[in-house]
């Protein structure tokens, strides 16, 4: 008489090679995803981001800016970096806007903490609202961080040089410092460009700051004042308002 078979029952080494095939087939799996994680194309780069670069006459309409601020594109702010040229390049453009058009809350935050004060002096002083305007034209040109104004009044030409400044308090903010300016400075430059006459200016400096240092040697004193009216304060007197000199 033949045994009856519980199908229920499998034998020890069915059942050995059931576990091991299913072993089998999730290792191989798992060795399939690492294969195809191994093989996927890495993702592709963040987007570059791209800045639209714009004209000097552009950002001056784009920002319904004075008529009156002029700026060669061969002058214009030029570090390499495009985003921060053209942030650079809407700054000084505000800046002199401001200036020319006596808005002190624009004018304020981009200004050195010495510049403020003179600024504050000369809007309590009554001279700060009509300080643009018997400004005909403000040639505006850099070089590296350095920045020459030129303001035409009447028949003569006034400047100011600046230097690009981080503020302490938003290094987001531009700032521009006033650099030390002396009388008739105008007529110790030569050239029509902005670089040279920048050079000039500073070597103009350096040489009489120099000179100070000797004794019994009078020194032409620097001024302080820099509006853009052009009056020479006394001598050993500096005046203080932001962007004049002669």
Same mark, same amino acid.
Not at 181 to 195: C, Y
């Given at each position: 008489?033949?045994?009856? $078979?519980?199908?229920?029952? $499998?034998?020890?080494?069915?059942? *050995?090679?059931?576990?091991?095939?299913?072993?089998?087939?999730?290792?191989?799996?798992?060795?399939?995803?690492?294969?195809?994680?191994?093989?996927?194309?890495?993702?592709?780069?963040?987007?570059?981001?791209?800045?639209?670069?714009?004209?000097?006459?552009?950002?001056?309409?784009?920002?319904?800016? %004075? #008529?009156?601020?002029? +700026?060669?594109?061969?002058?214009?702010?030029?570090? *390499?970096?495009?985003?921060?040229?053209?942030?650079?390049?809407?700054?000084?453009?505000?800046?002199?806007?401001?200036?020319?058009?006596?808005?002190?809350?624009?004018?304020?935050?981009?200004?050195?903490?010495?510049? #403020?004060?003179?600024?504050?002096?000369?809007?309590?002083?009554?001279?700060?609202?009509?300080?643009?305007?018997?400004?005909?034209?403000?040639?505006?040109?850099?070089?590296?961080?350095?920045?020459?104004?030129?303001?035409?009044?009447?028949?003569?030409?006034?400047?100011?040089?600046?230097?690009?400044?981080?503020?302490? %308090?938003?290094?987001?903010?531009?700032?521009?410092?006033?650099?030390?300016?002396?009388?008739?400075? +105008?007529?110790?430059?030569?050239?029509?460009?902005?670089?040279? $006459?920048? #050079?000039?200016?500073?070597?103009?400096?350096?040489? !009489?700051?120099?000179?100070?240092?000797?004794?019994?040697?009078?020194?032409? !004193?620097?001024?302080? %004042?820099? !509006?853009?009216?052009?009056?020479?304060?006394? !001598? *050993?007197?500096?005046?203080?308002?932001?962007?004049?000199?002669?």
């Amino acid at each position: 008489m033949t045994p009856s $078979r519980n199908p229920s029952v $499998r034998r020890p080494d069915a059942i *050995g090679a059931t576990l091991l095939v299913a072993v089998l087939a999730v290792a191989g799996c798992g060795k399939k995803e690492e294969d195809q994680a191994a093989q996927a194309p890495p993702p592709p780069p963040a987007p570059v981001e791209t800045v639209k670069v714009e004209s000097v006459e552009e950002v001056v309409t784009r920002l319904g800016l %004075d #008529k009156r601020l002029r +700026m060669e594109e061969s002058e214009r702010p030029s570090s *390499g970096d495009a985003a921060s040229d053209m942030k650079r390049l809407e700054a000084l453009l505000v800046f002199f806007d401001a200036m020319l058009n006596a808005k002190e809350d624009a004018l304020k935050p981009m200004l050195s903490a010495r510049d #403020k004060a003179t600024l504050e002096t000369m809007v309590k002083g009554g001279e700060w609202k009509t300080l643009g305007q018997d400004v005909d034209r403000v040639s505006i040109g850099c070089a590296g961080p350095d920045v020459l104004a030129v303001f035409l009044v009447g028949d003569k030409f006034q400047g100011q040089l600046w230097t690009f400044a981080e503020s302490k %308090d938003n290094p987001d903010q531009i700032q521009l410092e006033a650099q030390p300016n002396w009388p008739n400075m +105008m007529d110790k430059l030569s050239g029509t460009t902005a670089e040279p $006459r920048i #050079k000039q200016w500073m070597a103009y400096t350096r040489s !009489s700051l120099e000179e100070s240092k000797k004794p019994d040697v009078p020194l032409e !004193s620097a001024q302080e %004042d820099r !509006s853009v009216k052009g009056e020479e304060p006394a !001598s *050993g007197q500096p005046g203080g308002t932001p962007g004049k000199s002669n």
